[in-house]
């Protein structure tokens, strides 16, 4: 099992930033690939970001292409989301996700979730 422990979500202003953090333990060798979705209330949870570990490889929702920025730190199995110009409709809960094999955009295909962090943007 991998457990995973989501911090920084906040309220901001829209065109603020904000850094989420997602820490990894437990069977961390099952994390290969580590991302981010987010959940809007009354939504289906889509993907945002994703990393691969070994190589860093990034792969971004074209909605947060050039706003947002994934990136890890092996050495501390955590992966962060810094997210600058935000907008009111990135609203919503935010999620990290690991799996032991390829990214995916389809929530369905991550096997662990951590506990989501609230990111609020007022217009």
């Known amino acids: 099992q991998v457990q995973l422990v989501e911090s920084g979500g906040g309220l901001v202003q829209a065109g603020g930033s904000l850094r989420l953090s997602c820490a990894a333990s437990?069977?961390?060798?099952?994390?290969?690939?580590m991302g981010w979705f987010r959940q809007a209330p009354g939504k289906e949870r889509e993907f945002v970001a994703a990393?691969?570990?070994?190589?860093?490889?990034?792969y971004y929702a074209d909605s947060v292409k050039g706003r947002f920025t994934i990136s890890r730190d092996n050495a501390k199995i955590t992966v962060y989301l810094q997210m600058n110009g935000l907008k009111p409709e990135d609203t919503a809960v935010y999620y990290c996700?690991?799996?032991?094999?390829?990214?995916?955009?389809?929530?369905?295909?991550?096997?662990?979730w951590g506990q989501g962090t609230q990111v609020t943007v007022s217009s």
């Open positions: 996700a690991a799996d032991p094999t390829r990214y995916s955009s389809y929530p369905n295909n991550w096997d662990y």
């Open positions: 437990g069977r961390t060798s099952s994390a290969s690939t």
């Open positions: 990393i691969r570990r070994s190589s860093g490889s990034t």
